[in-house]
């Protein structure tokens, strides 16, 4: 089964915290764009209250093109002198995909901003979860047991059913020994 060229994604972009223009908290019109390449990109409303701790729970819908490796999420303030860009912070797609958690999983992720001369500026919180074909976020409850996954490697004829196979789980405890 080949992958998928491109998958979409939902971003919710939650708030942000100590966000600063010139070492000074700022007052207001912060907005987001969150990018996964050159042409896929999306940005919140702005922010005309929240000063330097903003607040804009706003869901956005990209295309997450297979070969990314990363999403840009940029805070930018609006001035009387055009727009500035606040802190960047780069987001790896292993922090919201692959691992041992279905694909459908909500990840609530939280990023320290870093400005354009690279000195910490605020944090970003975000949501991210990957949408599934047909926009949905995974099996129901309704679903018919013909349309749930399935995992195991075929093995022998059709009705073996396939073999089993273990995920390693890292233990934090110590084995005991009685």
């Keep these: 089964m080949a992958l998928p060229i491109s998958r979409a994604i939902e971003v919710t972009v939650l708030s942000g915290e100590n966000l600063r223009m010139d070492r000074k908290p700022i007052k207001k019109n912060a907005y987001v764009i969150v990018r996964t390449d050159a042409e896929n990109f999306r940005s919140t409303e702005m922010d005309t209250e929240g000063g330097s701790y903003p607040a804009w ?14 999403m840009t999420v940029e805070v930018h303030c609006k001035t009387s002198l055009g727009d500035r860009v606040l802190g960047t912070a780069i987001v790896p797609v292993s922090d919201f995909m692959g691992g041992f958690v279905p694909e459908s999983y909500l ?9 354009k001369r690279g000195e910490r500026n605020g944090i970003i919180n975000i949501s991210v979860r990957m949408k599934m074909s047909g926009g949905g976020y995974g099996c129901s409850s309704s679903c018919s047991p013909a349309s749930e996954m399935k ?28």
């Design 57 to 70: 729970k706003e869901k956005l819908v990209l295309d997450l093109p297979g070969h990314a490796r990363a």
């Design 107 to 115: 990840h609530f992720l939280s990023y320290r901003l870093r400005d």
């Design 151 to 178: 995992i195991g490697v075929p093995v022998g004829d059709s009705s073996f059913g396939g073999a089993v196979t273990g995920i390693p789980v890292w233990c934090a405890y110590p084995a005991r020994h009685f």
